[in-house]
């Protein structure tokens, strides 16, 4: 636990990707082979369920510190780490004569406490604690309640093992996708072919997109580029082999039971297939609001009345493996031919194509996006006809080019302090708009300043503060900003009546007056135009 | 009659006249410490300990300042007034009050672990106790000064293998002397940005024992830091002004290094809880030592401070002061502007 605390301490704390990179390269090359695999597992979404809730840490931390619920509160809310807070309340330990234990046994009795009655948990979790510094603490904290959002892709994790397998990267991104378990994969196992030849639920590595960040008519000639709508749904792959149907997110997340849907695919699809699309809600093949699809993967089981309110479809934009091939070497045309010839042929609900864009001219196509809000897209994605399908985030040959956000004029009117590295800061804000004499609050949002500007807020809501409730201070409404959103849809679980995709600090608005915020009339007409 | 009273111009003892580290000008001030936030310009007269002097003089310019040694009581308009060592930094002290068989004691800013060069704290027993709390809160306990030496001495080795320079942020006015006993047997040479060196300069005139150090100049060249320290205070943090150092690594010396977030909002390579304040358990301790049967919570997490103080059966108060805002003495994230050849106006930690 010591190394996986020090290899976490210096991803924590170093800034510097190559840094980054350099301290996992190091603990691939040192450490034992079953912390190796729970490392990878870690940092690639594959933790073990939690074996206790974080308000039961928080009670038996209290309880060995001897602080009152409050205390502990003020110190959470100072920290923004409930982890941190709970490494740094409990006492020091004087001397420690226990060895130290590895990564792999605490996950793995994480795993097998998982059912036990609280006693044991208790025991073993505050004579866990008795045993650690302030780091392992944390570490071990960490392991247990959440994520450790300390900046490390699953790129990352390749391109460090990378210098200690003698693999290609593409190749060991491969095979760290997929189903495995962390508890019975040998790290061998893992990494062998054979292992991925026998997982058939195995999705490939995603290519990504990066944004468009000049003028489009760089990229050159246009009729070297397909354009296809931008879809705002799930990225995943719809797998049929071994006459079995897999659906994976993006996220690695193995989603197949949360839409039943695609079951139906299971007897049409030919054998030994694989699809890149796009998991969207959809009526008479047009897209529904991202905000739908939220409503259905949020939930534990699939209701009758979910699957008649929010059908789900898969809008397929790429295929990457055919009659059991792997073909991503294949150009975009040739793919995209027979995609289409399959999906043509297949003609079903759940499985649509997602159209290529016709354009002759940058110029027009530039018109086209414009109409994107009207699709349900968020933009338009440009792909070189002759590339083949990369792994990861790759430059050239894909893009996304996205339309602009909304924006809306908003006044700050509560605060509460971040987490992370805006501990003991207010950067967390929520804004309303003007509803004739009052203010509605229609959205939170925690990014888009810089560190300077959030420095000038949070001693502005210190000095300004009206109230107190808990952590969150109401505050004199005063400075407005422009928020800026990716959709917007209708929701009775807001005051506003409208729920914002998205919302981010567009801009601080220091030019104008609270009294020339937009209304929320305003807002009501967005959701007319855009909402539906 | 309350001893002393809270007033919108600073901390007042009418029976005796004066005033204790006042934020507006007053006819007669009594000054913990040499801090810009406790020290202000613009009073007629000053009072504060002899070590402090110099330093009050190098911030206030030639004014009228009287010193006095600790423990040594005068009387100012009948009132007995007494300074007694903080611990915060050089000549930094509590200030006790009698009058009419009743005492009081100010802390100002203090520390209880002794470090070597600012007196070691003496708990002064009273009827009222005005303490700060800038770290008052159960996630606040330092380490000791020997074991942060240790880990920033280990740090440095570590920099200087990989020919990296080592760039220390500590404050000009405590936090730098204080590092610099830390590193003064490496064999390293020492590099002070001006603000530092300005207090350097003041304090081997007043002939206090500081190791050898250099200022750092444009002329310095560039080989001479090379696997060497560099002391700079945080306003040099992150300016073109440390582009010269390059390759380098920063580590951060103040109480707030103790959450790992503020490390990072930093930039920080690394963070050490180094403070020169109180922690937790080192204010309760205090409190109790006092004696005191009331206590007010100045700057700091006052709120919190006195509420646990109350519910354990200590009567205490917070009381605002401006020795800055709601959580004064507070990471200033990034929004100093000072120049090099100005002394530091920052607030400790």
């Known amino acids: 636990m010591k190394e996986f605390a020090t290899l976490i301490t210096k991803l924590g704390t170093s800034t510097k990707t190559n840094e980054k990179l350099e301290a996992l390269s190091h603990y691939f090359a040192t450490a034992n082979d079953a912390d190796k695999v729970w490392v990878i597992a870690l940092f690639s979404g594959r933790r073990p369920k939690r074996m206790i809730s974080s308000s039961f840490l928080s009670l038996w931390c209290m309880e060995v510190a001897e602080l009152p619920a409050w205390l502990f509160e003020e110190c959470y809310h100072t ?188 007897t049409l699809l030919p054998e030994g297939i694989v699809l890149d699309g796009e998991i969207i809600p959809s ?82 196509l530039a018109a086209i996006r414009e109409s994107s809000r009207e699709m349900g897209a968020e933009g338009i994605m440009l792909k070189r006809r002759s590339s083949t399908y990369q792994v990861g985030r790759k430059v050239g040959d894909w893009w996304k080019w996205k339309i602009d956000p909304l924006v809306i004029d908003a006044v700050m009117i509560y605060a509460q302090k971040g987490h992370g590295r805006r501990s003991n800061l207010y950067t967390d804000y929520t804004f309303a708009v003007k509803d004739n004499d009052k203010l509605v609050s229609f959205a939170k949002a925690y990014s888009g300043l810089t560190d300077k500007e959030f420095a000038e807020v949070d001693s502005f809501v210190k000095r300004n503060s009206l109230e107190k409730f808990g952590p969150v201070r109401t505050v004199k409404p005063e400075l407005v900003f422009e928020i800026a959103f990716e959709g917007i849809a209708a929701s009775n679980r807001h005051k506003s009546g409208v729920a914002l995709r998205f919302p981010r600090i567009n801009r601080w608005r220091k030019d104008k007056k609270a009294d020339e915020i937009n209304t929320l009339a305003d807002l009501k007409k967005m959701l007319e135009v855009y909402g539906k | 009659m309350a001893l002393v009273d809270f007033t919108s111009n600073g901390l007042y003892c009418s029976a005796g006249d004066f005033y204790i580290d006042p934020w507006k000008p007053v006819h007669k001030a009594i000054i913990t410490h040499a801090h810009s936030d406790h020290a202000r310009w613009g009073s007629d007269r000053y009072l504060c300990h002899t070590a402090s002097l110099p330093l009050l003089k190098l911030r206030l310019g030639d004014v009228p300042i009287d010193a006095i040694q600790w423990n040594e009581a005068i009387h100012i308009n009948g009132v007995k007034v007494s300074l007694h060592p903080a611990g915060h930094i050089i000549g930094s002290s509590q200030i006790r009050i009698e009058y009419n068989n009743e005492v009081w004691v100010v802390s100002g800013d203090y520390k209880t672990e002794d470090d070597g060069i600012s007196g070691g704290f003496e708990p002064v027993k009273c009827n009222v106790f005005i303490t700060e709390s800038t770290f008052g809160l159960p996630i606040y306990k330092w380490k000791s000064q020997q074991e942060i030496f240790e880990n920033i001495r280990e740090w440095i080795m570590g920099n200087k293998e990989t020919g990296k320079t080592s760039v220390l942020i500590a404050y000009s006015l405590g936090k730098a002397q204080r590092v610099m006993q830390c590193i003064k047997d490496m064999g390293l040479k020492i590099f002070l940005h001006g603000a530092v060196w300005n207090v350097h300069q003041t304090l081997l005139e007043a002939r206090y024992d500081l190791p050898n150090a250099e200022r750092v100049t444009p002329e310095t060249p560039k080989e001479d830091h090379r696997g060497q320290i560099v002391i700079a205070p945080p306003s040099a943090d992150g300016t073109p002004w440390m582009k010269k150092f390059s390759p380098y690594s920063v580590g951060v010396c103040s109480g707030w290094m103790q959450v790992r977030g503020n490390v990072r909002r930093r930039n920080a390579d690394a963070g050490f809880a180094l403070s020169d304040h109180v922690d937790w358990s080192g204010l309760l301790n205090v409190v109790k030592a006092t004696g005191a049967e009331k206590v007010f919570v100045t700057h700091g997490f006052q709120a919190a401070f006195s509420r646990y103080l109350n519910d354990n059966g200590i009567v205490a108060a917070e009381v605002k002061t401006e020795y800055g805002g709601e959580e004064e003495e507070q990471e200033k994230a990034s929004t100093t502007t000072e120049q090099d050849h100005e002394i530091n106006t920052e607030n400790e930690e």
């Open chain 1, 283 to 364: 009526v008479d093949k047009k897209p529904l609001p991202f905000a739908l699809l939220q409503t259905r993967i949020g939930r534990k089981n699939v209701t009758k009345k979910h699957l008649q309110d929010v059908p789900i479809a898969f809008f397929a934009y790429d295929i990457l493996e055919y009659e059991g091939q792997d073909i991503r070497e294949w150009a975009l045309e040739k793919r995209r031919s027979l995609l289409e010839d399959i999906i043509t042929k297949l003609d079903h609900a759940v499985l649509l194509l997602s159209p290529v864009i016709n354009f002759s001219s940058w110029e027009q």
């Open chain 1, 79 to 266: 920290v923004g780490d409930l982890a941190e807070t709970i490494a740094l309340l409990l006492p020091e330990i004087t001397t420690n004569s226990t060895p130290d234990k590895s990564l792999s046994y605490f996950l793995q009795s994480f795993i097998k406490m998982e059912k036990a009655e609280e006693k044991v948990k208790k025991d073993f979790i505050i004579s866990s604690w008795m045993q650690m510094d302030k780091n392992e603490r944390f570490v071990f904290n960490k392991l247990l309640t959440g994520n450790f959002r300390i900046g490390v892709s699953q790129k990352m994790i390749v391109n460090a093992l990378v210098k200690t397998v003698h693999l290609e990267s593409s190749v060991i991104a491969h095979r760290i996708s997929g189903n495995w378990d962390p508890s019975t994969t040998s790290f061998n196992d893992l990494l062998s072919e054979q292992a991925t030849t026998l997982d058939f639920s195995k999705p490939y590595p995603f290519y990504l997109a990066y944004a468009v960040d000049t003028n489009v008519k760089e990229l050159g000639p246009e009729n070297e580029w397909q354009a296809e709508w931008k879809w705002d749904g799930i990225r995943g792959q719809l797998i049929k082999r071994n006459n079995e149907i897999f659906v994976w997110s993006r996220g690695e997340e193995l989603m197949t039971d949360k839409f039943p849907e695609y079951h139906s695919l299971k």
